[in-house]
């Protein structure tokens, strides 16, 4: 069992930055791949980025965030973090963490544990 607690989000302008933080609970924080999606009133949650298990590092983008988020983790603090720079008006949502046990994949149906979320808004 994993619990997800999400920190970190705010109202910011068109081309500031925010730092997004994800505090796992729980055991073996690092045999699970990370993902972080959004949700945006009115959509779909959609996916937006994603870490590997510490064995695998890899990472996978959104194309809508390439070049400008950046996911990392930290094991010994058992949290994972995204960066995210140049922010949009697009990018305005709520922001879960989700964990699985297994290998790094795009789907939030994948994911077996979720955050309950963090609202990120960007003004024109």
């Known amino acids: 069992q994993v619990q997800l607690v999400e920190s970190g989000g705010g109202l910011v302008q068109a081309g500031d930055s925010l730092r997004l933080s994800c505090a796992a609970s729980?055991?073996?924080?690092?045999?699970?791949?990370m993902g972080w999606f959004r949700q945006a009133p009115g959509k779909e949650r959609e996916f937006v980025v994603a870490?590997?298990?510490?064995?695998?590092?890899?990472?996978l983008y959104a194309d809508s965030v390439k070049g400008r988020f950046t996911i990392s983790r930290d094991n010994a603090k058992n949290t994972v973090y995204l960066q995210m720079n140049s922010l949009k008006p697009a990018d305005t949502g709520v922001y879960y963490c989700?964990?699985?046990?297994?290998?790094?994949?795009?789907?939030?149906?994948?994911?077996?544990?979720w955050g309950q979320g963090t609202q990120v808004t960007v003004s024109s």
């Open positions: 870490i590997s298990r510490w064995r695998d590092s890899r990472t």
């Open positions: 729980g055991r073996a924080f690092s045999s699970y791949a």
């Open positions: 989700a964990a699985r046990l297994g290998v790094i994949v795009g789907t939030g149906a994948s994911y077996d544990y």
